[in-house]
């Protein structure tokens, strides 16, 4: 899946740190700086797919020797702790060509440089042999101070500002992901980045409606492992891959982010599927079937089995993740019986491979255990028919299929205890 990230550091003084260096080693050559008299040697570095500057067009020419033009910012600045370079840190999809990632970070260079007069030296990096395969990467270094026709001028105090800062770089993460969003959308890849918090995302989707999406945003951001852990979790990895077995985590803070990971691959899972039902739905009703029949058959291409190993489980997850409270059925049914639980029934019967009021006791949220004592006590949970029907119909005709007694029920049981969720959605 593609993600998001941009960061942006600055190279000081005050930390013991210099231009010179920074380029030596980000772009993998040797670099003498004239400052501080040292040479920084980096032509053995690996991993490097590819390196540019770019100027603005009154640039002199000087400054497209690398070496030169580190060395006359360092020059420019005459403090102590001066800024001498400021770093601009991209991942790069790896769902996208060599050449695309090449051209997105190119036209985001290019806008540094038309937005802020400054020289960009950019160098586009491999993922690490030992690491994450799809970490493609890029680290863009431009100077504090715009590049004119007689050298380095006036610092981009738009940048240093407190004010504006944060303004110019929310507005340079936007285009960053812009960028990425248009080279996933041009090779057909569906899914898409975005640079707001997820704090930001989540609103915005309880905005249009979507809840959903709003509650697989409402978790906290991933913990970052640190380079120790990483490299211990990278080298449990490939021994459980070389052993053929699966991968555990050796570390509290590994184990951690694979939970949550694993928890968000659930729920895409999850998400997938019902967009197959709300289709399938769709489609059957547009072929004339009732909405019962076309529910039923929305809910076998979620259950299928050749998408998922255990359709139990996944009825359960499901049921959890769409709760709604269900409207009042519209639709005749024989009397003294629940038409669509029998319909139901036949379902599950064959889909779980159980008995069939087993199957129905169990989709109305009960547990094993609880099989033959009274299904209408308080303890009943709604059924997967009350959970699924919103998404179902949206934007379509609503499916109801519950009488109206349940409906009564479900809300005083809505009203004595709180439905089960998933931990694992929580993170």
């Known amino acids: 899946m593609a993600s998001y990230h941009l960061s942006?550091?600055?190279?000081?003084?005050?930390?013991?740190?210099?231009?010179?260096?920074?380029?030596?080693?980000?772009?993998?050559?040797?670099?003498?700086?004239?400052?501080?008299?040292?040479?920084h040697d980096y032509t053995r570095k690996q991993g490097i797919e590819e390196t540019f500057i770019l100027t603005p067009k009154d640039a002199p020419d000087w400054a497209s020797d690398r070496s030169r033009l580190w060395n006359e910012a360092e020059a420019s600045e005459t403090r102590r702790n001066s800024v001498t370079a400021r770093e601009w840190e991209l991942a790069l999809p790896s769902e996208i060509s060599a050449e695309d990632r090449s051209q997105i970070t190119r036209d985001f260079a290019q806008e540094l440089v038309s937005r802020y007069g400054v020289a960009v030296d950019v160098a586009i990096h491999a993922p690490h042999r030992e690491g994450d395969q799809r970490n493609h990467h890029a680290h863009v270094l431009t100077s504090t101070r715009k590049l004119e026709a007689g050298g380095f001028t006036a610092k981009t105090r738009v940048l240093d500002s407190a004010k504006t800062g944060g303004v110019e770089i929310e507005q340079m993460r936007g285009l960053w992901a812009e960028l990425q969003n248009r080279a996933l959308e041009r090779v057909g890849e569906i899914e898409r980045?975005?640079?707001?918090?997820?704090?930001k995302q989540r609103e915005?989707?309880?905005d249009r409606g979507d809840k959903l999406s709003a509650e697989?945003?409402?978790?906290?951001?991933?913990?970052?492992?640190?380079?120790?852990?990483?490299?211990?979790?990278?080298?449990?990895?490939?021994?459980a891959e070389g052993q053929g077995r699966e991968y555990v985590p050796v570390t509290e803070r590994g184990a951690v982010v694979h939970a949550a990971r694993q928890a968000r691959a659930a729920f895409r899972e999850m998400r997938a599927r019902l967009e197959l039902a709300r289709e399938t739905y769709g489609i059957e009703r547009e072929a004339g079937q009732g909405r019962v029949s076309a529910g039923l058959a929305a809910l076998r291409a979620?259950?299928?089995?050749?998408?998922?190993?255990?359709?139990?489980?996944?009825r359960e997850r499901l049921a959890r993740v769409v709760g709604r409270p269900r409207d009042q059925d519209d639709v005749p049914k024989p009397e003294g019986r629940n038409y669509a639980r029998e319909r139901l029934k036949e379902i599950m019967e064959k889909d779980a491979g159980r008995d069939g009021q087993a199957a129905v006791h169990k989709?109305?949220?009960?547990?094993?255990?609880?099989?033959?004592?009274?299904?209408?006590r308080d303890e009943r949970k709604p059924s997967v028919n009350e959970r699924l029907k919103d998404v179902l119909n949206k934007p379509r005709e609503r499916l109801?299929?519950?009488?109206?007694?349940?409906?009564?029920?479900?809300?005083e049981v809505e009203k004595d205890r709180d439905i089960d969720r998933d931990p694992g959605l929580s993170h």
């Open 302 to 314: 979620a259950t299928s089995k050749e998408r998922d190993p255990n359709p139990k489980d996944f």
């Open 216 to 239: 697989e945003l409402d978790r906290d951001p991933e913990l970052k492992l640190g380079p120790a852990a990483n490299s211990m979790e990278r080298r449990a990895k490939a021994v």
């Open 8 to 39: 942006v550091k600055t190279i000081k003084r005050s930390a013991g740190r210099t231009a010179t260096a920074a380029a030596a080693y980000r772009v993998g050559e040797r670099i003498e700086c004239q400052r501080e008299g040292r040479v």
């Open 400 to 411: 109801e299929i519950e009488d109206e007694r349940d409906q009564e029920k479900d809300q």
């Open 193 to 199: 980045v975005d640079h707001r918090s997820l704090e």
């Open 363 to 376: 989709l109305d949220g009960h547990s094993e255990y609880d099989l033959g004592e009274d299904t209408g």
């Open 204 to 206: 915005t989707a309880l």
